[in-house]
C-alpha cells in the first residue's frame, strides 16, 4: 500500500515504541494536528528517505507529548515501506527514491505519492515546511536547498546554524514546492541519539514559535555555497583505512569524516593512490571537473592542493562509489 493515508491526530494509535508506531501506520502518512491559531499551518515531512529515522521518531516522540501546536501541523511521514524493510532501506525493493520523485514523471507508484505529497501541502497552503533527514558520516546538523532567503534561514535556525545553498536539480521536494518558506535538514547520522534530539528540539520550537517571522528577525545562519562533487573517476577498488591497503587502488583516509565542514590547509592528506592519475573529479553545478585545482597527487599521497571546506565526507565504499565522497563549499 503506498497511497498517502490522511489522518486526524484521533485517529493515529501512539503506541510507545517508534517502531510499532511505523508498523500502525503501515504506509505513507498525513497527520493534522490543529493549533491554537487556525488559520495558519506549518508542514514537516519525514522518513522520504526510509533508513533516515530521526524526523519520523521526532514526530513520534512530539505526538506523544500531547502537545497543541502554535497553528495548525501537518505532519508527512513518507516511505514507511523503506522503513519496514529490513535492514531499513532509503527506498523499499524495486522502488524509486522518492526524494528523486517531485519533478515527475507521475505515472509509478511513486510518482503517485510524491504526486500526492505535493497536492497535499499545497492545499495546507503552510508558512514554513520543514524536511528531516539523515546522513552517513560525522556531520553536524545542517540545512541545505535552494532558498537562502532569511525567512528559509529563519526556519533553518531551529535545527541547525549552517546552510549549503545548492542548485542541484534532483527532483527533490524543496525544488517542486519552492513558495512557503523551506529548509531540508540534514540533522546528524542516522541512529545517532544526538541527530533524533536536534530532530525533536527543533520540531517543538518550530510547532511552538507564535510567529515565525517577527518584523527585524535575523536568522544566525551560515550561508555555504557552489557545492561541487567529489566523485570517484572510473571505478578504482576504494577502501576507506588509516594508511594505505594493500590490493586498493585508491584509500580515502577513514579519520576525515570528523573533519566535515571544517576547513583543510594545502598539503593535507586525504589518501593513497596507485595509480597515475588523480583518482576523483570535482564536479561543479555547471559539470566542469575543478579536481585538478584542489587535489595533488605526490608520491601515492593524495592531498589537498589549495585550502577549501569539505562537508558530507562519506567513508561507506559503497556509497562514495554509488553517489559521491563528499562536497566542497565556499563559505
Ligand atoms: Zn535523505
Known amino acids: 500500500m503506498s497511497e498517502l493515508r490522511k489522518l486526524s491526530r484521533e485517529g493515529v494509535s501512539l503506541p510507545e515504541d517508534p517502531d510499532d508506531f511505523l508498523r500502525d501506520l503501515g504506509g505513507p502518512t498525513a497527520i493534522l494536528v490543529p493549533g491554537r491559531d487556525r ?82 501541502l499545497e492545499a495546507a497552503r503552510p508558512e514554513a515546511l520543514v524536511d528531516l533527514h539523515n546522513n552517513s558520516g560525522h556531520n553536524p546538523a545542517y540545512g541545505v536547498g535552494v532558498d537562502a532567503s532569511p525567512e528559509a534561514l529563519q526556519v533553518v535556525s531551529f535545527f541547525a546554524d549552517r546552510f549549503v545553498l545548492s542548485h542541484l536539480a534532483l527532483g527533490a521536494l524543496m ?5 512557503p518558506p523551506s529548509a531540508t535538514i540534514e540533522v546528524g547520522r542516522a541512529g545517532d541519539p544526538a541527530a533524533d534530539a536536534v530532530a525533536l528540539s527543533g520540531l517543538e520550537r518550530l510547532l511552538d514559535c507564535e510567529r515565525l517571522f517577527e518584523p527585524g528577525f535575523e536568522p544566525l545562519v551560515q550561508v555555504l555555497q557552489m557545492p561541487m562533487r567529489a566523485e570517484l573517476r572510473g571505478a578504482p577498488r576504494l577502501a576507506v583505512a588509516d594508511t594505505a591497503r594493500a590490493g586498493f587502488d585508491f584509500t580515502l583516509r577513514a579519520d576525515l569524516d570528523h573533519h566535515n565542514f571544517e576547513r583543510v590547509e594545502p598539503g593535507a592528506l586525504l589518501g593513497w593512490c596507485t595509480e597515475a592519475s588523480l583518482p576523483l573529479r570535482l564536479v561543479a553545478e555547471d559539470g566542469a571537473d575543478h579536481a585538478a585545482d584542489y587535489f595533488a597527487l605526490q608520491a601515492g599521497e593524495l592531498r589537498a592542493a589549495r585550502s577549501f571546506v569539505p562537508i558530507m565526507i562519506t567513508t561507506d565504499p559503497a556509497a562514495a562509489a554509488q553517489d559521491c565522497l563528499f562536497y566542497v563549499v565556499e563559505e
Open 175 to 179: 525544488e517542486a514546492l519552492p513558495h
Open 39 to 120: 488559520s495558519r499551518s506549518r508542514a514537516v515531512t519525514t522518513l522520504l528517505h526510509g533508513n533516515e529515522p530521526s524526523g519520523f521518531r521526532a514526530v513520534h516522540a512530539w505526538l506523544r507529548s500531547g502537545a497543541v501546536p502554535a497553528v495548525d501541523a501537518l505532519l508527512v511521514i513518507a516511505n514507511v515501506e523503506g522503513a519496514l524493510t529490513v535492514p531499513p532501506q532509503r527506498c523499499a525493493p524495486g522502488r524509486r527514491d522518492l526524494n528523486r520523485c517531485f519533478l515527475g514523471p507521475w505515472d509509478d507508484a511513486d510518482g503517485a505519492l510524491a504526486r500526492d505529497l505535493l497536492d497535499t
